[in-house]
């Protein structure tokens, strides 16, 4: 029997790192061979006991933002063989019920998402749909590929914004998920992109990739600042902390007829002051933005292509054993995003 190692979620802030069974193939899926799998935020969610897209029961391999090679193909697959560079979109619809049969596939009844309820990447091997999958150019790294989901939602977040050529931006946040927006919402035409986080290292590297201006919400007063840098007028605001007090600031920041994206996962029980006046006489529209239903493909276009940084926000490259530590370790993830790296340093 041959095995791999895994890191297995058991439970609220339980993962063990064990010897598993290596997955067999259906005659429709792939074995990928995880070369690199990024730590998200609902990775964390689920650590920390709470819900994060859907429902996970453990024991499970979690981890969903992951590239590698494919090892073996199904008897039934076409299009792919063995040695393909390859990342995949986690998020396994069902086509059949009323929300895929209507075009809003991240709402399938009977979604399968792998890394949250079927098992994924934080392991040497991982078995894939092959109609999931994603080619990656030669040139592109195992650790750009694994940024390909990340992308997709963040790229449904700029979607959601209707971010107009010439707008004002601001992005709350300032992780790997707000430097990901930033660099969306300037392809989109942006005119100026604002970034607020409290974290110097963070503000400096939103410099470095591009940022109009950076503001620390702890000493400076966000309005004034803006206004200040003579950006009076803010069309859209992004909101990536999920923190209550940067939601509601994000009404006051925003201009009449503004826009605000609600984009990072929160726990199921949080909420904010909704200013009912504010929204109607602004006349303020206010949307959630959820996982990244058709945006695979675009993310994977924009990496192949080299059009996007996705690598200066990393904080470092990991093993398996390593993941428990970053899991529970807010001061380490402070410092950026984290890749495993289940099977070593790229071939």
């Given at each position: 029997m041959a095995t791999m190692k895994s890191a297995v979620f058991h439970g609220k802030c339980d993962i063990r790192v064990e010897e598993r069974e290596i997955p067999s193939v259906g005659p429709e899926e792939v074995l990928i061979k995880v070369m690199a799998c990024g730590v998200c935020g609902s990775d964390v969610h689920i650590f920390e006991g709470d819900q994060g897209s859907t429902t996970t029961v453990p024991p499970l391999i979690q981890g969903h933002e992951f590239a590698g090679i494919i090892a073996?193909?199904?008897?039934?697959?076409?299009g792919w063989k063995v040695g393909d560079h390859v990342c995949a979109d986690p998020a396994d619809n069902c086509n059949e019920c009323y929300y895929c049969l209507n075009g809003l596939m991240s709402h399938c009844d009977n979604m399968k998402a792998i890394g949250t309820n079927v098992d994924g990447?934080?392991?040497?091997?991982?078995?894939v749909k092959a109609r999931l999958l994603h080619k990656l150019k030669d040139d592109v790294t195992f650790v750009e590929g694994a940024m390909a989901e990340p992308l997709a939602c963040c790229i449904n977040g700029a979607d959601r914004s209707e971010i107009k050529v010439g707008d004002n931006v601001v992005v709350y946040g300032g992780g790997a998920i707000g430097l990901l927006l930033m660099q969306l919402v300037k392809l989109k035409g942006a005119s100026n992109v604002v970034l607020v986080e409290p974290v110097e290292e963070k503000r400096k590297m939103a410099e470095k990739m591009g940022a109009s201006l950076t503001i620390?919400?702890?000493?400076?007063?966000?309005?004034?600042?803006?206004?200040?840098?003579?950006?009076?007028?803010?069309?859209?605001?992004?909101?990536?902390?999920?923190?209550?007090?940067?939601?509601?600031?994000?009404?006051?920041v925003v201009d009449k007829h503004g826009t605000v994206v609600l984009f990072a996962v929160t726990a199921v029980t949080a909420s904010m002051e909704l200013p009912t006046y504010k929204l109607f006489q602004k006349e303020l529209t206010v949307k959630g933005s959820y996982c990244s239903p058709y945006d695979m493909?675009?993310?994977?276009?924009?990496?192949?292509?080299?059009?996007?940084?996705?690598?200066?926000?990393?904080?470092?490259?990991?093993?398996?054993e390593k993941l428990s530590e970053i899991l529970s370790s807010p001061q380490l993830r402070a410092k950026g995003k984290y890749i495993i790296l289940p099977n070593g340093k790229e071939e």
């Open positions: 073996e193909v199904g008897e039934k697959v076409q990447g934080f392991s040497q091997y991982c078995k620390d919400p702890v000493h400076q007063d966000v309005i004034g600042t803006l206004r200040e840098n003579g950006i009076g007028h803010v069309h859209c605001v992004i909101e990536t902390c999920g923190r209550k007090d940067t939601s509601e600031q994000a009404m006051d493909g675009r993310a994977v276009e924009l990496i192949n292509a080299h059009r996007i940084d996705v690598t200066t926000m990393l904080a470092g490259l990991e093993p398996l």
